[in-house]
C-alpha cells in the first residue's frame, strides 16, 4: 500500500514517515513548503501526482492561543482542509485518516472520554478541530478520524509551538532549581512514536469509518508528567505545582480530558503506559545528542 503523509516535518508526521517502511508500506511524505493544505488546486496535484491509496493528514493549526486571536486560520487548516482532502480522497477511492484532539471535550466528564462522549470544546482550537471532525466523516465516511491527546516527539518538537513540552521541561531544568507546572489538568501524555506505530496497528486492522481514540496508558496531570521527566533524566530541579484554574488569561482549557482507547482496544490496538513511552523518548534523545 502506498501511503502519503502530510505534514511529514511534524512530530507525528515524522514518525509516520520514518516508520512506514518496516510496515511494508511504500510512503511518500508532504511538507508545508510542498502543499498548502488550504487550497484545493495545490491538494489536488498532490494527489495526482503521489497516487496514493492512503493519505494520513497531520497538518494542523495548533498553537491553542493564536486559534484565539486567528479564527478564521484556524478554522481553514483544522476543518476547511480536512473537507477538502476527506472529499477529493472519497472520489478517488482513496483511504483518508486524520487527526483530532481531546480539546474537543469539556473535561468535566472526571474520568477518561470514550469515543462517543458528548463534544463540548471550550475555545476556538477545539472547536475548529471538532468541526474538522465531522466534515471528515461527512464527506468520508470510511474515513478515520484518529484523537490523541499531550502528543509529544521529535529532536526539536514542533515547530510551531518552538518545541514540546519535554523538551521545555529539559531545558528549564538546566538553569532553574523550581519549576512551576500546572497541576490541575489531567491529561495522557503521549509519544508521538507509539501514536504512529499505533496508527498503523489500527490501519492494517481495515476497521470501520469513524472516531478512535489513540492515546498512551494512563493518566496524570503535567505537573506530574514534569516530575517524571527530571527524574528520568537526572536533573535536579524541583517540580512545583500550580493551579491556574485551566486558564491561560482568558483562554479555557479543559482540566480533565484524558482519553481512553476504547474502540481501538477491542480491535486488539493497545498503545503503551506514558512513563514507558517518555522513558523511550528521552533514552532516543540523549543517544542522538
Wanted: charged share 20%.
Amino acid at each position: 500500500m502506498k501511503i502519503l503523509v502530510l505534514g511529514k516535518t511534524g512530530q507525528l508526521g515524522s514518525e509516520l514517515v520514518a516508520q512506514a517502511p518496516g510496515r511494508g508500506f511504500e510512503v511518500a511524505g508532504l511538507g508545508s513548503d510542498e502543499i498548502d493544505v488550504t487550497t484545493p488546486a495545490s491538494c489536488e496535484a498532490a494527489l495526482d501526482a503521489t497516487r496514493p491509496e492512503l493519505v494520513i493528514n497531520t497538518t494542523a493549526y495548533h498553537v491553542v492561543p493564536d486559534c484565539d486571536r486567528f479564527p478564521g486560520r484556524a478554522l481553514a487548516v483544522n476543518a476547511a482542509a480536512v473537507q477538502v482532502l476527506a472529499q477529493l480522497c472519497h472520489g478517488r477511492g482513496i483511504g483518508f485518516a486524520t487527526y483530532s484532539t481531546d480539546y474537543v471535550f469539556d473535561g468535566l466528564k472526571g474520568q477518561p472520554y470514550l469515543e462517543d462522549d458528548r463534544a463540548n470544546p471550550l475555545q476556538t482550537y477545539g472547536v475548529s478541530k471538532y468541526a474538522g471532525e465531522m466534515l471528515s466523516l461527512l464527506f468520508h465516511p470510511r474515513g478515520l478520524v484518529i484523537r490523541s491527546c499531550g502528543v509529544y516527539g521529535g529532536s526539536a518538537g514542533s515547530r510551531s509551538r518552538k518545541g514540546n513540552f519535554v523538551l521545555s521541561i529539559l531545558a528549564a531544568s538546566e538553569t532553574k532549581a523550581e519549576i512551576e507546572v500546572s497541576h490541575e489538568q489531567i491529561v495522557n501524555p503521549t509519544y508521538a512514536g507509539d501514536l504512529a506505530k499505533a496508527t498503523f496497528d489500527l490501519v492494517a486492522r481495515k476497521p470501520e469509518g469513524g472516531i478512535y481514540h489513540l492515546a498512551a496508558d494512563g493518566y496524570c496531570s503535567w505537573a506530574e508528567f514534569a516530575a517524571a521527566i527530571v527524574s528520568a533524566a537526572g536533573r535536579p530541579a524541583r517540580i512545583l505545582p500550580v493551579d491556574h484554574g485551566g486558564r491561560s488569561g482568558s483562554l479555557r482549557r479543559p482540566l480533565f480530558s484524558a482519553l481512553g482507547n476504547e474502540k481501538a482496544r477491542d480491535l486488539g490496538v493497545v498503545l503503551p503506559h506514558w512513563r514507558d513511552g517518555l522513558q523511550r523518548y528521552l533514552t532516543g534523545l540523549f543517544t542522538s545528542r
